[in-house]
């Protein structure tokens, strides 16, 4: 289970890597003006992105306030609602830009700090609950403050979705991540150095594949292996994700260095890292197997006792109904006991690293 501190991590990264416009951020929330790309991915907008295509016109991305910890923020969202209902000594205090509503006082930093800094909002009514204002105003003011008499819709309209560990918004963030970073090439950053000094740097490039090994019976094990082959020497590296986490990586192709000529293609590399998959899958301890395939024959002998008698049946439509259910029975019997392993590619690419 993924805490709101690492769930907010992983949907920053992904609004960052698609190139969303943030208009507010802080600890518990995001507000963001989706780009095309992730707009496409999120929204599921077909009709309307087919509309845009056809006719050229520019596009009206949609904008939402992602909180990753509801409870905490609609606490401190009251509280600060409460601050500018009954302001002290009897006056309301008034707001300005980089200031929150009735949380100028001495108790008022922390909850700022939380909802992050906000602009003054309009004359007009309360906003209703998953209605607010422009991008512009603040979060307290779209569900607390004050906003125009009639609600904007449209593009215009910032929707609030809490994305907690489970939510459907979090799952659709984790499978457009999944789709758009299936495939991948990037260069390591070799820094400002590189840049400027008169020799370039060699870079090796690698192809590598993250293998998801799917192990199932009654049970079920999923292993990730992350296998990658310098296409230069044909070494293969069995932690290729160590070798990744201490370099800065760059989808762009950097000044001042060039890439070694590849000894393998595409295809035979590919074939390495399936070989050595396969030789290390052989050397697994399956006794996870073997105990599987007993309780499958213990399920189907029960399967065959119970309709043992049943298919003795005189009647010939009740016994071909009866021999239905029973072969019926055992297909499902041997689905879920039967051990099977499946081996896919979750993700894969070209990575071009300095040259040790």
Not at 123 to 137: H, I, K, L, N, Q
Not at 158 to 166: A, L, N, P, Q, S
Not at 257 to 286: C, N, V, W
Not at 291 to 305: G, K, M, N, P
């Amino acid at each position: 289970m993924l805490t709101p501190v690492e769930v907010r991590k992983q949907v920053m990264d992904y609004l960052e890597a698609t190139e969303c416009t943030i208009l507010e951020s802080s600890p518990l929330h995001v507000t963001v003006k989706l780009s095309p790309r992730a707009d496409r991915m999120l929204t599921d907008r077909p009709y309307y992105w087919s509309f845009v295509e056809r006719t050229g016109v520019d596009p009206e991305t949609l904008s939402f306030s992602f909180v990753f910890d509801p409870e905490k923020y609609d606490a401190l969202a009251a509280q600060a609602a409460e601050r500018t209902a009954q302001p002290r000594g009897g006056a309301r205090r008034p707001s300005g830009p980089g200031t929150l509503p009735g949380l100028a006082g001495a108790g008022d930093a922390e909850a700022g700090a939380e909802l992050g800094a906000a602009q003054p909002a309009a004359p007009g009514g309360v906003v209703p609950p998953g209605v607010s204002a422009a991008p512009e105003d603040s979060i307290l003011a779209r569900y607390f403050g004050i906003v125009p008499a009639l609600p904007r819709l449209g593009p215009g309209m910032i929707r609030r979705e809490d994305v907690t560990y489970g939510s459907k918004r979090l799952r659709q963030i984790w499978s457009a991540a999944q789709d758009e970073g299936r495939c991948l090439q990037l260069f390591e950053d070799p820094g400002q150095r590189q840049r400027t000094t008169l020799f370039s740097a060699a870079y090796e490039p690698w192809l590598a594949v993250c293998y998801k090994v799917e192990m199932t019976c009654d049970l079920k094990r999923e292993e990730l292996h992350f296998i990658g082959v310098s296409l230069t020497s044909g070494l293969i590296v069995p932690d290729f994700q160590a070798r990744l986490e201490s370099r800065e990586l760059t989808p762009r192709l950097p000044e001042n260095i060039h890439i070694q000529p590849s000894e393998l293609s595409l295809a035979t590399g590919a074939d390495r890292l399936e070989g050595y998959l396969t030789s290390k899958l052989a050397l697994m301890d399956y006794t996870w197997a073997e105990e599987a395939r007993q309780r499958l024959e213990l399920e189907l002998s029960i399967v065959d006792i119970y309709y043992a008698e049943l298919l003795k049946e005189q009647d010939e439509e009740k016994r071909l109904s009866t021999r239905e259910q029973y072969n019926r029975r055992r297909q499902e019997t041997t689905w879920q006991y039967e051990p099977q392993i499946a081996v896919s590619a979750v993700t894969y690419g070209l990575f071009h690293l300095r040259s040790t």
